[in-house]
């Protein structure tokens, strides 16, 4: 079995702030901003609370933000989609390049991939609308979720 350590969420280019460490615990990783998806922040929830509306607490200066589409992968978590498809399973997908390296490491099936990305803690309340991050909390980059690769699917 191989063991792959893939980073996933907001870094400082792709979003350009941390992830959140929610007050429950909780390690949201946001997807990343991509034009060419369907999905946007709008679509995607943690309790009833639209990442869009999580992100503009967070990025106060950055409203346009509601408006952008992004990227979900990992897809690990079923209760972010507001629409969650039926047949919906958990998936981590790759295309070009990052495929095709893969497929040269004999990635298969068995194999365990490891997502982690950068965090930091929050305070206040999503709910309500006062979510920001706790001032002087260190930048951490933690493990956050896996997949065991079950199928290949190649287009």
């Not at 690990?76 to 997908?93: C, M, S, T, V």
């Not at 490891?114 to 929050?122: I, M």
Request: with cysteine; proline share 7%.
């Amino acid at each position: 079995m191989k063991v792959i350590l893939s980073r996933k969420g907001f870094d400082s280019k792709a979003g350009g702030v941390p992830n959140p460490i929610l007050p429950d615990g909780t390690l949201l990783s946001f997807p990343i901003p991509a034009k060419i998806d369907q999905l946007t922040y709008q679509d995607l929830q943690y309790e009833g609370v639209a990442y869009s509306d999580i992100l503009t607490q967070l990025k106060p200066k950055d409203l346009k933000i509601r408006d952008w589409n992004c990227h979900l992968d990992p897809d690990i978590r079923p209760e972010a989609h507001l629409n969650l498809p039926q047949d919906w399973i958990a998936g981590f997908g790759q295309i070009n390049q990052s495929q095709s390296y893969l497929r040269n490491q004999n990635v298969g099936i068995g194999d365990l991939f490891l997502f982690f990305g950068w965090f930091k803690q929050t305070e206040g309340n999503p709910c309500e609308g006062t979510l920001r991050y706790v001032k002087g909390a260190p930048d951490l980059h933690i493990l956050y979720g896996y997949l065991q690769v079950g199928e290949l699917i190649s287009e």
